[in-house]
C-alpha cells in the first residue's frame, strides 16, 4: 500500500511539474522546446572580408559582436570553389563529388573546343532523393522559412519543393540584375510577407532583411529554422547609395579599397543586426541557434582582396575555399571563442540535427559526410578526429579554374591536376599562401596524400573529366 509520505511526495512532485509547465508557457515556450536555428549564408564572400576577420576597410560590428557573443572559425571551409555546390552539401551534409552536383548552375557555357577536357555529365539541380536538412527539420515539427538565394533548380526544384514551407526571393537565378529596386524585373517579383508600400525603393539585401523581421514576429507556436541565404556580396557591384558615399569619404585600406563592395558588407552587417534585435524583441535570443558563413571565398579583381591567401572564387587555392564560420549557440558557446580545428560546410547538417534534437533519416545519414561539430562548440581545442577534408572540381571557369581534386590532412595540402596529373604539396602551418610546393621534397607525403585523396574519389562515386577529342595542343 502506498504510504502517508509516498503520498504527500507525490503530490508535491506533480506540483512542481505544473509549475515549471506553467512558467515556461507563461514565457511564450513550452518545455525542453527545441533551438530555433537561423542560418546565414553570404555569397562570395572572403575570408578577410569582415572586421573581426582582419579587413582593413570594411565595418561589421554586428557580425563582429556575433563573434564576440559566441565562436569564430579559423579554418572553415566550403565545400566547393563555387556557389551551388556548396549550397547543395550544406542541404544535403554530401561531399559535392558525392552527389555529382559539382559545378554552379547551368556551369560555364564556353566552348570547349579550346580546353584539353570535357566536363562529366553532372547534376544541374539538388536530386530529391536526398533528404534536405529542411526536410529532416520539417519532419520534426518545425517551420521552414527560406529567403533569398536558391540556385539549386527551377521549377520543381525550388525551395518550396526540398522541405521549405515559405520561400522568399528563392528561385534558379544566382544573381540579381539590379540590387536596386524593381531588382530586374519579372523573375525577382515574388512572394512576400509585406505590404506593396514597404517592398517599393528598398535595397535588395535591405528588402530581405525587413522580410526576416516580419517572418520572426510570427514565428510563435512551432521552432522555426531559417536560411538567411543572401544574394550580396555576389556582382554586380552595388551597393547602397548612402553607404558608397560613406565609404568614398574613407581613406583606403591596405588590402581592401573598393567603397561600393564595402558598402555591399556593411548592408549584409545591418541585416545580421536587425535579425538579431528583431530575435531579441521576440523574447527567443537564448532559444535560438545562429550560425554565419560564405558559400566560396571571395573575388579578387576589382572587388576585394583574400591576401594572405593566394586565389580567389572559382580557384583551387585557399582564397577559393577557405571562408568565415560563426556560431552561436546560447548557454553553451562561450563567448568570444576561437577555434582552429578544420571544418567545412556538410559538417553544419549533422551539428544542426544534433542541436535540434531530429533523428533525420536514416538511409541518408549513412552518406553524410559531415561531421557533428557539437565537441567543438561546447570545447573549441578538442579534435573531431578527422583524417582529411577533399574537394573536387571537374570543371573550367571564368575565374580561371581548372579541373582538379583536393585533399587537406592536417598542416599539408595537395592538389592533383587533371589536365597533366601532376600534383602540388603545400603545408599550410608554414606556408599559407601556397607559394612553396613541397612535391618534390616530400615525396613520401605526396604519394600518401595522393593515395588516400584517390580512395576517397573511389569511395564517393567521383565523376572525372576526360579528354577532349576536339582539343589540340598549342605548339
Known sequence: METLQQRIFFRVATAFVICVYLAATANGMSPKRPMNVVFFLVDDLGWTDLGCYGSDFYQTPHIDQLA?????FTQNYSACNACSPTRGALMTGM???????????????KQYSQFALLPPKWKQHLEQKHTSLPEALHAAGYSTLHLGKWHLGGPGNLPEDHGFDINIG???????ASYHFPYGGAAMQ?????PESQRKERYLTDRLADEAVALIKLQKEKPFFMYFSFYSVHAPIQGRKDLMQKYKKLPAGKNHKNPEYAAMVQSVDEAVGRVRAQLEQSGIADQTLIVFTSDNGGVR??????APLRGEKGQHWEGGTRVPAIVNWPGVTKPGTVCTEQVITMDFYPTILEIAGVTGNADHNKNVDGVSLVPLLKNPKVSLGREALFWHYPHYNVFVGIPYSAIRAGDYKLIKYYEDNHTELYNLANDLSEEHDLTASQPGISARLKKQLQEH???????????????????
Not at 579583381?301 to 583574400?306: I, L, Q
Open 68 to 72: 564576440a557573443d559566441g565562436m569564430k
Open 95 to 109: 561531399y559535392p563529388a558525392r552527389t555529382h552536383l559539382t559545378d554552379w548552375i547551368p556551369g560555364w557555357g
Open 190 to 194: 515574388w512572394y512576400s510577407n509585406l
Open 457 to 475: 574519389l573511389n569511395q564517393v562515386g567521383a565523376q572525372l573529366p576526360t579528354p577532349n577529342p576536339q582539343f589540340k595542343t598549342r605548339k
Open 170 to 176: 528563392g528561385s534558379k537565378r544566382g544573381l540579381p
Open 301 to 306: 579583381r576589382k572587388t576585394s582582396s583574400n
